[in-house]
């Protein structure tokens, strides 16, 4: 009997080593796909300095005539005021005490191509010439867009953010340094004076990932078509992911965008881009089926898929807004306002297909109908207070949340009072 029971014990202490190596073994594969993800997110060019540095020979105005390149370079200043950012943690304790101190020459080309020499500069990766004398090529990576700094050690300068919106980054600015943009002329069917205006009116924080698939530069009113650089974090369990989000998931616009807007080596797939009446540049360039080999993007995707959804919203900071309003905006939130019958808790977005028509929500379709689905996503609002430079809504049409709540409640005809408006702000800073 009891060797029996000795047996039975110790097959059971056998079985959960097993089981319990095995929750090892998968956690420790799960960390390595994070530490994978977030290296791509962060590092990973793609491939696409065949394209930014080979093609637009952005590297050369950045580096200048003094140091092989053309026109007078770009120093770190210039860099700072079209919203690149640097990684504090990529730089040596002295240059971070310099720069503290106030110490480093903000107007020198020198220090600017030393930043990207340490891989300091967010999203932009330099390649150097045999022997380090100058660049040879340059490419950005996903977090150019997607990420920011804390400005913990200066303006511009500190902890990185993944996840994050750069709302500061001028992305029509810094295209427009390149010496050669007759790429864009190429695929757009216009010529360099268009490209360059519809660059411009970008302006900080926004992009435009559907130029390059219809042509449409400006909206019917002149302004600019392009949309608000949008956050990463906070997706996992979000069904659709961009301002019109019938385009598809995360893997989807990760390839996308990846592949057509970054310019990456890779493979991209959507039939529905072969529509010459709806996307006649994207139809005629066959950005429909874009091959590369090797492909340098679609192993990548699941590591990266995995960081992204790891991103978690972050907290607003202490004193940011005020507890009691935003506890009764919750109520309201859920009862009279009626905001929870689309932003559903804790997702605060639906569960399922989470889009609606222009007229549900009260706007014009002009961005809605440059997508598959003609409809307009139910956007997250955890974390909104962190991407709230530019306003809200896809093109930032509202400057502040009060705008958008005075919006809803009239669209709706709620009846809200001004105080109740107020807490409902309140409550939406809260998330």
Same mark, same amino acid.
């Given at each position: 009997m009891h060797t029996r029971f000795g047996v039975w014990v110790a097959r059971l202490?056998?079985?959960?080593?097993?089981?319990?190596?095995?929750?090892?073994?998968? $956690?420790?594969?799960? #960390?390595?796909?994070?530490? *994978?993800?977030?290296?791509?997110? !962060?590092?990973?060019?793609?491939?696409? *300095?065949?394209?930014?540095?080979?093609?637009?020979?952005?590297?050369?105005?950045?580096?200048?005539?003094?140091?092989?390149?053309?026109?007078?370079?770009?120093?770190?200043?210039?860099?700072?005021?079209v919203g690149l950012k640097v990684d504090a943690a990529a730089l040596p304790k002295r240059l971070r005490r310099e720069l503290a101190r106030g110490k480093v020459d903000l107007d020198d080309v020198g220090v600017t191509l030393a930043l990207l020499r340490l891989d300091a500069v967010v999203g932009v990766k330099a390649f150097q010439q045999p022997g380090g004398a100058g660049l040879r090529s340059i490419g950005i990576q996903c977090a150019l867009c997607h990420s920011t700094v804390d400005?913990?050690?200066?303006?511009?300068?500190?902890? #990185?953010?993944?996840g994050w919106a750069n709302r500061d980054l001028n992305v029509g600015a810094v295209i427009s340094l390149a010496? &050669?943009?007759?790429?864009f002329v190429d695929l757009l069917g216009v010529d360099e004076a268009t490209v360059r205006r519809v660059l411009a009116a970008w302006g900080p924080g926004k992009f435009d990932a559907l130029l390059s698939l219809d042509g449409k530069g400006f909206r019917p009113d002149d302004e600019t078509a392009a949309t608000l650089i949008p956050p990463a974090f906070g997706l996992a369990g979000v069904n659709l992911h961009t301002w019109t989000g019938a385009w598809g998931g995360i893997p989807y616009w990760n390839a996308f965008v990846a592949v057509?807007?970054?310019? =990456?080596?890779?493979?991209?797939?959507?039939?529905?881009? &072969?529509?010459?009446?709806?996307?006649?540049?994207?139809?005629?360039?066959?950005?429909?089926?874009? !091959? $590369?080999?090797p492909d340098l993007v679609t192993p990548k995707l699941p590591a990266l898929h995995a960081y992204q959804l790891s991103l978690e919203p972050p907290s607003p900071p202490r004193g940011s807004f005020d507890a009691?309003?935003?506890? #009764? =905006?919750?109520?309201?939130?859920?009862?009279?306002?009626?905001?929870? =019958?689309? $932003?559903?808790?804790?997702?605060?977005? *639906?569960?399922?297909? &989470?889009? $609606?028509?222009?007229?549900?929500?009260?706007?014009?379709?002009?961005q809605a109908d440059r997508?598959?689905?003609?409809?307009?996503?139910?956007?997250?609002?955890?974390?909104?207070?962190?991407?709230?430079? =530019?306003?809200?809504?896809?093109?930032? #049409?509202?400057a502040t949340l009060l705008d958008v709540v005075a919006h809803y409640d009239a669209n709706f005809s709620l009846g809200l009072s001004a105080a109740e408006m107020n807490d409902l702000v309140e409550f939406l800073k809260s998330l």
């Open positions: 202490g056998f079985g959960l080593c097993c089981l319990f190596a095995s929750v090892g073994a998968a $956690h420790d594969v799960e #960390r390595e796909q994070l530490r *994978e993800g977030q290296r791509i997110f !962060r590092f990973d060019t793609f491939g696409d *300095e065949v394209f930014w540095g080979d093609a637009l020979r952005l590297h050369e105005a950045i580096e200048g005539a003094a140091f092989g390149g053309v026109g007078d370079g770009l120093t770190p200043r210039q860099a700072l005021a400005d913990s050690l200066a303006p511009g300068v500190g902890r #990185r953010l993944d010496p &050669n943009l007759q790429p057509l807007e970054m310019h =990456g080596q890779g493979t991209f797939e959507d039939a529905r881009l &072969n529509d010459p009446a709806r996307f006649p540049v994207a139809a005629r360039a066959g950005l429909y089926s874009v !091959r $590369h080999e009691a309003a935003a506890s #009764r =905006g919750k109520a309201l939130f859920s009862g009279t306002a009626e905001c929870s =019958g689309c $932003h559903v808790p804790p997702l605060y977005t *639906e569960p399922g297909w &989470n889009l $609606h028509t222009p007229e549900a929500i009260g706007i014009d379709s002009f997508s598959p689905d003609g409809r307009y996503r139910t956007a997250p609002l955890r974390g909104l207070w962190s991407h709230a430079k =530019g306003g809200f809504y896809h093109d930032g #049409r509202f």
